[in-house]
């Protein structure tokens, strides 16, 4: 069985931003309820170069952040590496750097991808815009059947 790791990251204390956060919180019941044990969550403030360390010996990588950008809802697309600077990002490493750190230190590419939630607000408040709310559910459901059938190549 393929071991996933979804990894959220964001931050709570900014409204839509924390979107990635809350989803592996409602993740984390679901999968413990359906005794799902080779799915592990992580869920932090920004990406790190370390985090090239963590998707090592990983099979699949979704990685989950809140998105700014005109999306519908959620988008879920193939993370390719990619050591350049030219992605702008509100986190200090990007998916694609992790990715090609990992592969550059360690040798390994586990399939990536990035699951984008389309946010509205980013105020300093712990709470998610209703429209946030509505895209969270979507993506949440979405995630859920990756994860049921095993399949992430299809978007």
Known sequence: MKSILIYAY???????DGLGNCLVDEL????????IDNVELE????LNIEDADNIRDKDV???????IEDIVDYHF??????????????????????LALCIKLYNKHPE????QIRGYEW????????????????????????ILNF???KP
């Open 112 to 115: 990536t991808y990035l699951l």
């Open 77 to 98: 697309g193939i993370v390719e590496p990619s050591e350049g600077k030219s992605e702008f990002t509100m986190h200090a490493a990007s998916p694609a750097f992790i």
């Open 123 to 146: 105020e300093f408040t712990e709470s998610l815009s209703k429209r946030a709310q509505e895209n969270l559910d979507k993506a949440l459901a979405f995630i859920k059947e990756k």
């Open 43 to 46: 869920s932090n403030y920004q």
């Open 10 to 16: 964001g931050n709570p204390g900014r409204q839509d």
């Open 28 to 35: 984390q019941p679901w999968l413990s309820e359906r005794e």
């Open 61 to 67: 990588v979704v990685f989950v952040d809140a998105s």
């Open 151 to 153: 399949d992430f190549r």
